[in-house]
T-cell receptor, first 113, second 113 residues
């Protein structure tokens, strides 16, 4: 059973471009969480999704950021018009239900140049 | 407002020694306190977790001590090994139903041979 799969592992974007980060949860998991980790900082919650629904997006910036988890396919975190401050590691986690202790993927490291 | 404060920022311990990392929280609604271990280039992995109804939990060489009245909890790594060298994050979750985590800023542990 593969773990939480995130791709790409590394992503370089120029300022103003769009970044699309993908997360495939573990098999049987229908709950997905996105976190952002800035250098020398802990992880910060961004958004929690279930299939086709955004449950809590309280940690996600109101502008330029969006997330989806369609019925089929991976969850997508989209960042439009990226700026240097968006450079960070973005981690996805999944769980089978509304439980504690979910599993994280290895992350996507976004660099904005 | 930092809801979970973690210290020290970095720690060097000799092989065989005890590593101690401390966390303090502010929100009394927190009811789940996990510790995560993160190796470079990897996502955080759940190490051990505790609920506030117990004061201590031990799993192998890892022990969580919890002081509800002081709103503090700590991770003790007994007989520390070079393979334990990693960044450790404490976290807390406060809402029943789903578990968004509030993380500390992390402690970089180096166990010298």
């Amino acid at each position: 059973n593969a773990g939480v799969m995130q791709n790409p592992r590394h992503l370089v974007r120029r300022r103003g471009q769009e970044a699309r980060l993908r997360c495939s949860p573990m098999k049987g998991h229908s709950h997905v969480y996105w976190y952002r980790q800035l250098p020398e900082e802990g992880l910060k919650f961004m958004v929690y999704l279930q299939k086709e629904n955004i449950i809590d997006e309280s940690g996600m910036p109101k502008e330029r950021f969006s997330a989806e988890f369609p019925k089929e396919g991976p969850s997508i975190l989209r960042i439009q018009q990226v700026v240097r401050g968006d450079s960070a590691a973005y981690f996805c986690a999944s769980s089978p239900a509304e439980t504690y202790g979910y599993t994280f993927g290895s992350g996507t490291r976004l660099t904005v140049v | 407002q930092q809801q979970v404060k973690q210290s020290p920022q970095s720690l060097i311990v000799q092989k065989g020694g005890i590593s101690i990392i401390n966390c303090a929280y502010e929100n009394t609604a927190f009811d789940y306190f996990p510790w995560y271990q993160q190796f470079p280039g990897k996502g955080p992995a759940l190490l051990i977790a505790i609920r506030p109804d117990v004061s201590e939990k031990k799993e192998g060489r890892f022990t969580i001590s919890f002081n509800k009245s002081a709103k503090q909890f700590s991770l003790h790594i007994m007989d520390s090994q070079p393979g334990d060298s990693a960044t450790y994050f404490c976290a807390a979750s406060k809402k029943e139903g789903y578990s968004t985590l509030t993380f500390g800023k992390g402690t970089m542990l180096l166990v010298s041979p």
